[in-house]
């Protein structure tokens, strides 16, 4: 069997978006954030589609990546507030009409190169998610496609919903124009830990 590595491919946003979701994610860590951002090992990012890739195919991956950034003209990203989740997942989200659209399109160039690989979990996930989850699952690799997917930058992660969390923190507007595409190694919670190679949208 090959080898294999969960991947996060992303919208890795400007830098004075990255240092303002710093500024925040330093904020929530005095509150029991899990991990700070610090665009060192911790990369600020809206992610596009996580994926389990073999290695042996993680070349073809750039490559499409590559022609596929070639194809697009930056485009803005507008910042909807700031939200918190159930499962204590505090981000700032983005209307996300033209990522879905953008998701879609890259789903459906990864099918033939994840030969049908999972994350870690996904196979016991699967046995109690919602249909619309479990297809995503079988057919894009990733649970949170098209309706259900809502671009955000996430800040931190609490052990469990924080209803102070934002209480002394100012929100400011995020929204930016999108300009590059990131390949990142995957690690918990859905970080970005290590970058693989970065891609310019057309100018």
Do not use: W
Request: glycine share 8%; hydrophobic share 35%; net charge negative.
């Amino acid at each position: 069997m090959s080898k294999s590595q969960p991947f996060n491919i992303v919208v890795y946003p400007p830098e004075a978006i990255r240092r303002k979701a710093i500024e925040v994610s330093r904020d929530l860590q005095g509150k029991g954030g899990l991990f700070v951002l610090d665009d060192i090992d911790y990369f600020p990012h809206v992610t596009i589609i996580m994926q389990e890739l073999p290695l042996e195919n993680l070349a073809n991956v750039r490559e499409m990546l590559r022609g596929f950034a070639a194809e697009l003209k930056p485009f803005a990203l507008r910042s909807v507030g700031y939200r918190q989740n159930d499962r204590g997942y505090a981000h700032v989200e983005f209307e996300g009409s033209h990522l879905r659209l953008m998701q879609k399109e890259i789903g459906e160039r990864l099918i033939s190169l994840r030969n049908g690989l999972l994350r870690k979990g996904d196979d016991e996930y699967m046995k109690s998610c919602s249909e619309l989850e479990a297809n995503n699952i079988r057919i894009y690799g990733y649970r949170f496609i098209g309706e259900n997917y809502h671009p955000h930058i996430t800040f931190t992660k609490f052990e469990s919903r924080n209803d102070q969390a934002y209480s002394d923190v100012s929100e400011v507007d995020f929204s930016f124009e999108a300009a590059q595409i990131g390949l990142f190694t995957l690690g918990q919670y859905g970080t970005c830990r290590e970058l693989v190679e970065l891609f310019n949208l057309s100018k």
